[in-house]
């Protein structure tokens, strides 16, 4: 990354790239409410504030940030020029990252540390996160960790993981979802004898009618208990048999 214009001319250039790269948006009064626009702009703030000493002041900008678009960067992560964040839905960039010019992140993207369990081993001031090249492209859910290199215009696809240092260009795909047909569907058993509901019209004592209007249990109901009513038909277990089938019955 050469040197770095100024804050407000890199400012327009985020709002130009959001236009550019979003077909959704009619221009940039509407790329105004872009939501990762306003997290790589809130983050142009509090990194500004970081390097200023002013941690404090750089964390509260960040955690306001998060809480409103989803974005998590911390202020200490060098973004370059032209960054475009689609979408920003969980969106996490780690403390010593550094993004080049013109990457494209997509939703979900982590570019973070192996875990404590490794950094605590490491000497102080030592980088724990990626470096990723000019005009990378991080696909949904992608994974960068550790201090890794990604190499200029590599593209990361979605669901992908990368722990290791990619070359430039380089491509680098999470494995497909296998697709099966539909299992065949198995038929439905003939009713036992005897497993069947009362017939249709059939009239039911006077106790358990009441206790069917109020909800209530009644040992006389306990044989109709055995089953359950699914879709207009009685469902019913077998004795002979543990699988469901299902006769007609009457609604109860």
């Given amino acids: 990354m050469p040197g770095q214009p100024g804050l407000l001319r890199t400012l327009i250039e985020d709002l130009d790239v959001v236009v550019a790269r979003d077909p959704s948006l009619g221009g940039r009064w509407e790329a105004l409410g872009h939501t990762g626009l306003s997290a790589v702009w809130s983050h142009r703030v509090a990194h500004r504030l970081y390097r200023r000493r002013m941690r404090t002041a750089a964390r509260t900008v960040a955690r306001v940030a998060r809480r409103r678009t989803g974005v998590e960067i911390h202020p200490g ?10 979408h920003g839905a969980s969106v996490v960039i780690g403390q010593t990252a550094v993004v080049g010019d013109d990457v494209t992140i997509y939703q979900q993207v982590t570019l973070g540390a192996v875990g404590w369990w490794t950094d605590n081993h490491r000497p102080p001031g030592a ?3 990626p470096v990723v090249g000019d005009g990378v492209i991080l696909g949904a859910n992608a994974t960068v960790l550790g201090p890794v290199t990604i190499g200029d215009r590599a593209l990361i696809g979605a669901m992908a993981t990368v722990t290791e240092d990619l070359p430039p260009g380089a491509r680098v795909y999470a494995a497909r979802s296998v697709v099966r047909p539909a299992p065949a569907l198995r038929p439905v058993p003939d009713a036992a004898p005897g497993a069947e509901g009362p017939p249709p019209g059939a009239r039911l004592p006077a106790r358990c009618r009441t206790h069917r209007r109020s909800g209530a249990r009644h040992s006389a109901c306990a044989r109709r208990r055995a089953g359950a009513r ?11 048999s543990p699988d469901l089938f299902t006769t007609p019955g009457v609604p109860w």
Avoid: W
Avoid at 80 to 86: L, N, S
């Fill in 77 to 86: 992560t060098v973004l370059g020029r032209r960054v475009f964040i689609d």
């Fill in 127 to 129: 980088r724990r996160h």
């Fill in 230 to 240: 699914l879709g207009g038909f009685l469902v019913t277990r077998s004795p002979a």
